[in-house]
Nanobody, 115 residues
Framework: QVQLVESGGGLVRSGGSLRLSCAAS????????MGWYRQAPGKQRELVAS???????NYADSMRGRFTISRDNAKNTVNLQMNSLQPEDTAVYYC?????????WGQGTQVTVSS
């Protein structure tokens, strides 16, 4: 069983920054593709960024250049540095761990960006 716990959400003004962290309770963390997704009210959950076991990253177009995903395999953590935040970034952000057909989610952390 994989447990994911997010932290670092909060309220920030437009143009500000936040850093989200996700701690994973799992053996062999390094073999999982880790990702961050978000879901705004009334919208579908969408990919923010992901990072594979070889460190390859993938970003949604609207986040590329503003957000940076990273992982620390020694600490079983994945982070999301978010800069130049805008009100449209307001959402619940979820940590995700993926391995083959297995998909695990954290409980989410709220990010609110005020204008």
């Amino acid at each position: 069983q994989v447990q994911l716990v997010e932290s670092g959400g909060g309220l920030v003004r437009s143009g500000g920054s936040l850093r989200l962290s996700c701690a994973a309770s799992v053996s062999n963390f390094k073999i999982y593709t880790m990702g961050w997704y978000r879901q705004a009210p009334g919208k579908q959950r969408e990919l923010v960024a992901s990072i594979r076991i070889d460190g390859t990253t993938n970003y949604a177009d609207s986040m590329r250049g503003r957000f940076t995903i990273s992982r620390d395999n020694a600490k079983n953590t994945v982070n999301l540095q978010m800069n130049s935040l805008q009100p449209e970034d307001t959402a619940v952000y979820y940590c995700n761990a993926k391995l083959g057909i297995f998909n695990y989610w954290g409980q989410g952390t709220q990010v609110t960006v005020s204008s």
